[in-house]
């Protein structure tokens, strides 16, 4: 069967599409059977509308074959890239860094050209790419987190907690920002606040470290692995100035700390690091020893400096929170009295919560 290629003359560069397609033509008739004229649209589409993937797709024709064996009209989710990734890194057991940024690398940049192809090619909505982007790169965290935390254990040893020292110190990433309202694209940056559970404990092994020195280390040591530039490219701009004290202040913070900054700039605004851990009327504290959250972002327009309230036609320059669009928030409608901005709207969690 032979697969018109009409598709490329509606693109912005369609004679890029049209070579890259011919070079990608004996890797495709390896998959021929798994591939119908909807694909083949979306992939010349995708080719010619950007330049990046584009040249990802020459440079790899087999690992382009591949993707578009998958089912592209269904959304990954998150435990989907969780078992995914957990998987190809339990196969191929990075014995350092460069391996593991390469293994990352190339999983990021299959899942890319899947999701665009989705996005560009066959126009799914919206909220699902956005969400396949923030769920993709919680996926990347995550095995960031779990390598590097194996490996300060390696190094300096395990932190445990006072009074009994037979309990790890927990650890914790807040998402803010797009990332934590699920609502990441193709080029954000991913806003983070470090969080550990006490300065209150002490490092078993080697190095004499206290608790802040050694998660200090850790979340070092995981900016720069996902900010490192390779040579086919980096994982993430990495964003710490929403932690407690702005850029000035600590890369991690104990969460016995009773205050972290809202991403507010007309507002000093400050909660409890212990609210934005625990759900509302539950005890305060780490959700498990080691976690991703997604607690919120906030509603406020930038530019206009303005809070997102009674706007039925919102601009495009703000954040929201995860299921802003169906909270009685969108109507000015005031959230029940147990929300706290964290818990905005119908008084359900909004945060995304995931654990080993």
């Not at 940056?189 to 559970?197: A, S």
Request: charged residues 30%; glycine residues 8%.
């Amino acid at each position: 069967m032979e697969f018109r290629v009409e598709a490329a003359e509606n693109t912005a560069y369609p004679q890029q599409a049209l070579e890259v397609y011919a070079g990608l033509e004996p890797a495709l008739s390896q998959v021929r059977s798994a591939l119908d004229q909807r694909k083949i649209d979306a992939l010349l589409t995708t080719l010619g509308n950007s330049n990046f993937l584009a040249r990802w797709a020459r440079r790899h024709p087999e690992k382009a074959a591949e993707t578009l064996c998958d089912d592209l009209d269904v959304p990954r989710l998150q435990e989907d890239f969780f078992a995914e990734f957990r998987d190809v890194l339990g196969a191929q057991e990075p014995r350092d860094a460069e391996q593991l940024a390469e293994i990352l690398l190339d999983r990021k940049y299959r899942h890319l050209f899947r999701i665009t192809l989705r996005d560009v090619g066959l126009r799914r909505p919206l909220r699902e790419i956005v969400a396949e982007f923030s769920a993709l790169a919680r996926a990347v965290l995550r095995s960031t987190l779990d390598w590097h935390l194996a490996q300060c254990r390696g190094d300096f040893g395990t932190a445990l907690a006072s009074p009994d020292f037979d309990a790890e110190i927990p650890f914790c990433i807040l998402a803010m920002g797009k990332l934590g309202g699920d609502e990441l694209n193709f080029s954000s940056d991913i806003d983070l606040i470090y969080f550990y559970g006490t300065d209150e404990g002490r490092v078993e092994g080697v190095g004499g470290l206290n608790p802040h020195e050694y998660f200090g280390k850790l979340a070092e040591r995981m900016g720069a692995f996902l900010r490192k530039k390779n040579p086919d490219g980096f994982l993430y701009r990495v964003d710490l100035e929403l932690r407690p004290e702005g850029k000035s202040g600590r890369c991690s913070s104990a969460a016995r700390t009773p205050t972290c900054k809202s991403p507010t700039p007309s507002k000093s605004c400050r909660v409890s690091a212990r609210r934005v851990l625990s759900r509302p009327g539950k005890k305060p504290g780490f959700p498990a020893p080691i976690s991703i959250c997604a607690p919120w972002s906030t509603g406020y327009n930038w530019r206009r400096k303005s809070k997102l309230t009674n706007c039925p036609n919102p601009p495009k320059n703000f954040k929201i929170w995860p299921g802003a669009w169906d909270t009685p928030s969108r109507t000015g409608a005031k959230p029940s009295r147990r929300c706290s901005p964290i818990w905005r709207g119908t008084g359900a969690p909004c945060r995304r919560f995931l654990t080993t």
